[in-house]
Structure formats: C-alpha cells, structure tokens
C-alpha cells in the first residue's frame, strides 16, 4: 500500500486528509454545461456565484471554460483563456478560497495558473497535452488527475481506473510533479455506462490503497437521470446519495453544482463516518 500524504497547503489553507470532507464548487463558464448551469461569459454573475459558493461553505472554486459533456464542441486555446482569465483574475481577489482550472490545454493552465489559480484540474489526467505536467511542475501546484475512459479498452472498471491512473502518475512524476501534490479522481461519467458508473461508486474504496487524496465528481450526472428518470434540473436529491455514499467509501474531495446543499450532506456524513 502507497503511503498517504496527511495534507496538502493550498493557498495557505491546509486540507487535512481523512479529517472531513471538502467540497469543490463549480463555475462554468460556458454556455453548454451537461448541468444547466453554464454561466455564459458574463464574468460579474461568475464571480457573484463564486462569492455564494464560499458563504455557503466551499472550499475551493473550480473554474472551467470548455465543456467535457459527451459530444461537446472544443473551442481554442485562446476562447477558453478569454472566458476564464477575467473570472480568475477577479475571483482572486474577493474570494479568499484557492481556485482551481479546469483545462486540458497547456496554455490555458498556464495562463490561468499565472492570473491567480492555485491547482490544476485536467479531465485528461495530463494525457492530452504533452506539457501540462510540464506546466504544474513549473508553477509547483496540485493537480487533479482523472482517469478518462472515453475510448479506452473497457476490462473491468476499477483495474481500468487505475491503469489510467498510474499511467498519469508516472507523467507527474516524470515531470517533477511530487506524489503528494497528485488528487486522484476516477472519472465518474467520463466513456462508462451507467452500470458501470454504479459499480465504480460501489468499488470506490478500493482506490484507497493508491494511497492518494480522492475527489469524485458525481453532481447531476446522466447517471443519476438514467436511474431516477429525471431531467438534470431534477437531480439534487439524486446527487446528495452519490455524494453521501462517495463520502462512505472514502472520497476527501466532492465537485458540485449545488454547494450549499451538498455541504450539508458532506457534513452529516462526516459526523457519522470520521
């Protein structure tokens, strides 16, 4: 069994593994999210949910330009730097939570990480973008590593998470990128069906011997709308038992779309659990 490291300082917050769980908001800043909840390019409601999400308890900002839902459009490098920098920039100064860009490219990390962000989120697991390691080495940032399945040989759900992962790994650690500033995530919705998402939350704590922090990124997912027959706007409920059970099986991070709420559930769950 990997050794865990026991935290991490991000923006001169120390997140204590093991200790509760922490609740990633998101902010989109798109007009396509799979959730509903894009906030187009308008960087005055970006930042006003921003402040929300941290009155209501969240501990870090997830910021992201490019929508990751199935079939999405890819825009360039430069749209998604022109949609995040303003928000980054200004978030950085009335939000005293460390913020966090969600990129594949490189060069939006690297402009997004210059501006103010604090860590790296990379749905690619730095798979897609040959310098993104090189890019969260240099700035000496955590980074989120997720474990993509789209278009990958499915074997079984949890041995194919962690290849994936451990491939990832490798590249942070090929790049310089220290063990214990790696977030592990395994890719809740990303190339699995709905069975097999079940069966990923089911298995979750079998991630734990990676010796890593975990974040899971259940919120809203077709997943939940495919068992509950809900439409995306419908799913709060359905989120909160994903995250709670997320909770249950060891997750240290939760990313979602209603922080207030999901707070809560994380709080109570860890009155039980920790």
């Not at 609740?23 to 970006?46: E, P, Q």
């Not at 790296?120 to 390691?133: K, Y």
């Amino acid at each position: 069994m990997a050794v865990s490291p026991s935290s991490l300082t991000i923006r001169g917050r120390e997140f204590l593994w093991g200790s509760r769980t922490y609740v990633m908001g998101v902010l989109n800043i798109t007009l396509d999210s799979f959730s509903g909840d894009g906030l187009g390019y308008d960087v005055d409601a970006a930042v006003a949910q921003g402040r929300r999400f941290a009155e209501e308890g969240a501990d870090i900002l997830d910021v992201g330009g490019e929508s990751t839902r199935p079939g999405f459009d890819e825009v360039t490098a430069d749209e998604e730097i022109g949609r995040v920098l303003p928000v980054i920039e200004r978030l950085h100064t009335v939000v005293d939570l460390p913020i966090s860009i969600d990129t594949t490219k490189a060069s939006v990390a690297q402009a997004a990480l210059a501006a103010g962000a604090h860590l790296l989120n990379d749905v690619s697991g730095l798979r897609q973008d040959p310098e993104m390691a090189a890019v969260a080495a240099r700035f000496a940032v955590p980074a989120v590593i997720m474990h993509n399945q789209w278009g990958r040989h499915f074997t079984d759900v949890i041995a194919d998470v962690r290849s994936g992962l451990e491939a990832s790994i490798s590249l942070a650690a090929a790049a310089g990128i220290p063990r214990e500033r790696l977030i592990i995530d395994p890719g809740f919705g990303f190339g699995w069906t709905p069975e097999q998402n079940l069966e990923m939350l089911r298995r979750l704590g079998e991630l734990r011997d990676m010796g890593l922090p975990l974040l899971v990124g259940t919120s809203r997912k077709s997943t939940i709308g495919a068992v509950l027959d809900l439409p995306v706007e419908e799913r709060l409920l359905g989120t909160a038992a994903t995250v709670a059970i997320a909770v249950a099986h060891g997750a240290d991070i939760v990313r979602v779309h209603d922080v207030k709420e999901m707070v809560q559930v994380c709080r109570m769950a860890d009155a039980v659990l920790r």
